[in-house]
């Protein structure tokens, strides 16, 4: 099978909403009147992003599901998206799997292929998306401010602890490490909740690398500092009852790490004043997405971790950084 035959068979559909999709040289978008448009891309590689043996179907999903993350941080709804596709041969089962996964997320989402690039090379995934947010109203890392509560989303530190027994650094039973892989491999885009929050929050961002390290952008973007209950996150990796069982089996240490700085996790960290709590409460239960305060905004600038009990706990979970 030729480039072109590879195209047309996997990733060649109609569009709706694009003014043109694939086939030209270029796509064309037609935002809403009063849109702007939300641009993101992220690559995926073999070896860093992915284990080789990696379920095609979970690899196509994750492929977009990660770059839904940015659009939800942004509080964008999806449009669009271009796929970079380099594989080192043509494999039409791994394709169809890729495909699959990929385009039944895209099609959840409204979200439609238009464009893009194949060769051939070691395997890497490198997908640009468009979303659309009414002007002036797309969420920002900049607009925390002191006294803002700080919330994530859904659960952190599961896809880390996944990692952890892949690389065989942690002996998990088979179903806590079921429901662990499901988050590393199929995560979940938060964009109703980056939608509900228009209005609402006062600065987000997306966990792709840890909640430290990226709580820590929002507050440079701010020029504030933040104090975090690190139990009260440490325990949102036992949101899912199965994890819970398994908990006394593992080291504390590890559960910070994991959901201090683990990655993967793909949700939202935000901020908004204590006056919106109903309205964060509200776009919570709108999304059907659980919210939790983990901690508030302060004026003086760093990032203090304190226990239950208010103790100053030391921080020394590094984010992971590509180049580290």
Known sequence: MGEFDLIARYFTRSVRRAALGVGDDCALLAPAPGMQLAVSSDMLVEGRHFFADVDPEALGHKALAVNLSDLAACGARPLAFTLALSLPRVDEAWLAGFAGGLLALADAHGCELVGGDTTQGPLNICITVFGEVPAGQALLRSGARPGDDLYVSGTLGDARLALEALLGHVTL??????????????????????????????????????????????????????????DVASNLIAASACLSSARGNLDDDLIRQCTLAGGDDYELAFTAPPTRRDAVAAAAQASGTPVTCIGTVLAEPGLQLVDARGQAVESRYASFDHFR
């Open 173 to 230: 039973p088979a179903d806590v490490l079921g429901r662990a892989r499901q988050r590393l491999e199929r995560p979940t885009p938060r964009v109703a909740l980056g939608e509900q929050l228009r209005g609402v929050a006062s600065s987000a961002m997306d966990l792709s690398d840890g909640l430290l390290g990226d709580v820590s952008h929002i507050l440079k973007a701010s020029g504030a500092g933040a104090r975090i209950d690190v």
